[in-house]
């Protein structure tokens, strides 16, 4: 069990319980986060699971992939720390991650 | 050239058996279904190719749950589909969006696209999926007032941009392509995008590079955070660049930020919706309106699960209904693509 606390732009916290193995969109979408719309369900086409990971945590979620790259030219508000959620796998090791909702996906 | 004009410039509407809204995967197979009992259809999708979701979203992913195709990707699906409808000569309409829907004095359908088409037709088939692709909308303050006037996510007429000042957003080959496109007319283009690195064609990223070179246009990598303006006429944006910003003097703007599905114009066509889907009898997938049908990602029923297989199965009993309403009184009799001769006439096969 991984502890991931979702922050909203205004602030407010929700922390999330996620099984390792699936991803942290899903996890996000099972407990309704709001703000992870994941249109696309996980395919990596869409660009709406958008989320900032806090930088302390940069290390341990790693880089986003060419392909994932390539997607988030569909998100708003890029930033060096942005990832496509559904692209993270849960393991224990993100136990106590931290991630940013943007303000808006679309 | 036919002379096929009403006096006011549109054209003379299209009488039909069937329109089908969407050439997602279910409304393809729609045309087959419908194709076997006679039905001849014409088939509408604001897309500028068939296939939808399947070929918009994840034309090169696998689906594995096509029964007899243990793996086909969907585009491969798309394609296969368009060739198993072909004997049946469906109509497409690509590029154009359904807009308005009315019942006729006679009880038939009036339909309206975007583009000034009109259809009159017994039967609608709503294969709408999870809407009509719409580009997405970058989330700026304002950027609405300024949408059709000076922002653009699409171009109708080149003309438009002739000797303005023209920021275009993005880095995918629509980005590329107009970017190329309107250099020539515009009195200037700036190509905005978040990275140095560019998703199209090759040809494409090329030849904008070499006109950045020679100064023709200009590149700048960042994104933009507000726009000014007045009466829907853009006159700046302001662009972060790393950790600088930037004003740039611009009049007009095109975001390419792909497309997202939204309901659209069917919430006005007084159907039955839940949580904007439309609700169906599941014996002939009609809605509250007799004479529309509803199939695919767009239904809803108890039981109903959002899969390919499951729309095509809906199409089936679909048509046997619409069957029944556009030559009323004829015998409906059970036959195998198999065994029956008319039908294999039909399919251009005997
Ligand atoms: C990444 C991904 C993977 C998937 N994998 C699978 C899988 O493995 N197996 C499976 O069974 N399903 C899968 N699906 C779901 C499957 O793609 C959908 O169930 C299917 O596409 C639905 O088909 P449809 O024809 O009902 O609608 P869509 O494919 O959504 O097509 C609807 C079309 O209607 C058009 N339209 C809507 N309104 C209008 C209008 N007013 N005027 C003109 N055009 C209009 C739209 O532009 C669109 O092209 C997947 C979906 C995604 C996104
Ligand atoms: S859910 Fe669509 S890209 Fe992540």
Known sequence: ?????????????????????????????????????????????????????????????GKA?????????????????????????????????????????? | MTVNQFANGASAPIETDCVIIGAGPVGLFAVFELGLV?????????????????????????????????????????????????????????????????????LRFQL???????FITKTVVVAAGGGSFTPKRPPLAGIEAYEGKSV????????????????????????????????????????????????GAPHSVEQMRALVADGKVALKIGQVTALEGQDGQLSGVTIQTGAATEQLKIDRMMPFFGLTMKLGPIANWGINLEENLIKVDTATFETNEPGIYAVGDI???????????SGFHEVALMAQAAQKLVTPGKKVIFQYTTSSSSLQKKLGVK
Not at chain 2, 154 to 164: A, G, P, T
Not at chain 2, 299 to 309: A, R, S
């Open chain 1, 1 to 61: 069990m991984a502890k991931i606390t979702f922050i909203q732009p205004d602030g407010s916290q929700q922390v999330v319980e996620a099984n390792p193995g699936v991803t942290v969109m899903e996890a996000a979408r099972l407990n309704r986060v709001p703000g992870i719309e994941a249109e696309c369900g996980g395919a990596c086409a869409c660009a709406t699971c958008h989320v900032y990971v806090d930088p302390g945590w940069a290390e341990k979620t």
């Open chain 1, 65 to 106: 992939a060419p392909m994932e790259e390539d997607m988030l030219d569909f998100a708003f508000d890029v930033r060096p720390e942005s990832r496509l959620c559904c692209q993270i796998k849960v393991v224990s090791d993100l136990d106590g991650l931290i991630l940013r909702v943007p303000g808006k996906q679309f």
């Open chain 2, 38 to 106: 006679d039905i001849k259809a014409h088939v509408v999708d604001i897309l500028g190719k068939p296939g939808g979701q399947c070929s918009e979203l994840y034309p090169e992913k696998p689906i594995y749950d096509i029964p007899a195709l243990p793996v086909v990707t969907g585009q491969e699906l798309t394609d296969r589909l368009m060739e198993q409808i072909k004997p049946f000569g469906a109509t497409f309409h690509l590029g154009e969006r359904i807009d308005s829907l009315k019942r006729l004095p006679d």
């Open chain 2, 112 to 118: 309206e696209t975007d583009a000034g088409k009109t």
């Open chain 2, 152 to 199: 653009f996510y699409s171009i109708r007429r080149m003309e438009e941009f002739r000797s303005h000042d023209v920021l275009i957003v993005g880095g995918g080959d629509s980005a590329l392509d107009w970017t190329l496109n309107l250099q020539p007319i515009a009195n200037s283009v700036t190509l905005l995008h978040r990275r140095d690195e560019f998703r």
């Open chain 2, 299 to 309: 239904n809803t029923y108890p039981g109903k699960l959002k899969l390919i297989l």
